[in-house]
């Protein structure tokens, strides 16, 4: 009986549009996977050195990918490369908003975090 309980369930939800996969947002900065959570490198190496929005960008231009570094620098990959927010808010700290999936999160919002 519990297994039809269930089963019902989850057909119950699935028509209702209910998502097994819910969206969360973390804290952190949108980077590039040339430098992830450190632009150091980088800035060392080119001339004239970039500050990190711009590195990210450029990183992006040159053929690097954007990831997502959370607080604790923990490196996700970004899996809607084409989201337009990302250009926006790169290198400075955000409230990233989206749904993960292994280590790739389909990023749904972006904004900036509140200053402290």
């Known amino acids: 009986m519990t297994k039809h309980f269930a089963a019902a369930l989850a057909i119950a939800w699935t028509v209702a549009g ?7 947002t973390w804290a952190g900065k949108i980077s590039d996977n040339l430098c992830n959570a450190s632009h150091t490198k980088m800035a060392t190496g080119v001339f004239p050195p970039f500050e990190d929005p711009q590195c ?15 607080k604790d620098e923990k490196v996700l990959q970004i899996a809607n490369q ?6 926006k808010h790169p290198g400075v700290l955000v409230n990233l908003t989206g749904e993960l999936k292994g280590d790739a999160i389909t990023v749904t919002k972006v904004e900036p975090a509140p200053a402290k």
Do not use: H, I, P
């Open 82 to 87: 084409d989201f337009e927010d990302l250009k």
């Open 56 to 70: 990210t960008l450029e990183c992006v231009k040159s053929g690097g990918k954007f990831v997502f570094v959370d």
């Open 18 to 24: 209910v998502r097994f996969g819910a969206e969360q």
